[in-house]
């Protein structure tokens, strides 16, 4: 239980160009979801705070216009990097909370890579 | 913002050794977590604790929930090659639902 999927796995874009990663909890509803930019060799760093039908809550110093996220059902965020620069290019994650249960447990998805060219 | 104490930075150690890795806070957690993350992919939930004191074993695995909420240690029994990783101590706070994290610790077996 508690599976967390991501697409694509990884993506090579050109700089100027806009990506889509895709966020899904498999077998839970997630009203919450969160994504995270890591760095080689660091740890996560919160970007956002995605709620299901609800604009999305950014960490101070992240471009909201830049990465949009949208949460539009129980198991779907999604988070488009627009205008794409190479400074972009990371390994983004995004976790889910399960909707019905207490606990604040996060369950993470497999990131995807992105590499700016 | 915060970020928690995780120690040590790195560990070296021999097939069949013990490992023993801590997180510290200044300010009091609710909630730790403890994760595994191996190259090129997500952290991956090891061990929960909700309680002060609490102690908790998932095979090997064994985490402690600090009396003073503002610590907890995860212990690796036994180690074996597949135990390679960067395990990340995590906790939550008060009612926010956003996760601190530490710097992670870095654990190479050797066979």
């Known amino acids: 239980g508690a599976v967390v999927s991501q697409h694509p796995s990884w993506v090579i874009c050109k700089s100027g160009t806009s990506v889509k990663i895709e966020c899904r909890s498999l077998d839970f509803q997630a009203t919450t979801m969160f994504w995270y930019r890591q760095f080689p060799k660091q740890s996560l760093m919160l970007m956002a705070t995605s709620n299901e039908g609800s604009k999305a809550t950014y960490e101070q110093g992240v471009e909201k216009d830049k990465f949009l996220i949208n949460h539009a059902s129980l198991t779907l965020s999604t988070l488009t990097v627009t205008s794409a620069h190479p400074e972009d290019s990371s390994f983004y994650i995004c976790s889910a909370r399960d909707t019905w249960t207490a606990s604040y447990e996060q369950y993470f998805g497999p990131g995807t890579r992105l590499t700016v060219t | 913002g915060q970020q928690l104490n995780q120690s040590p930075q790195s560990m070296f150690i021999q097939e069949g050794e013990d490992v023993s890795m801590n997180c510290t806070s200044s300010?009091?957690?609710?909630?730790w977590l403890w994760y595994k993350q191996e190259p090129g992919e997500g952290p991956v939930l090891l061990i929960a604790?909700?309680?002060?004191?609490e102690l908790t074993s998932n095979g090997r695995l064994t985490a402690q929930f600090g009396i003073t909420r503002k610590d907890s240690f995860l212990n690796i029994s036994a180690s074996i090659p597949s135990d390679v990783g960067i395990y990340f101590c995590?906790?939550?706070?008060?009612?926010?639902?956003?996760?601190?994290f530490g710097k992670g610790t870095k654990l190479t077996v050797n066979p």
């Open positions: 995590a906790g939550f706070q008060g009612g926010s639902e956003k996760l601190v």
């Open positions: 300010s009091i957690f609710n909630t």
């Open positions: 604790l909700y309680k002060a004191g």
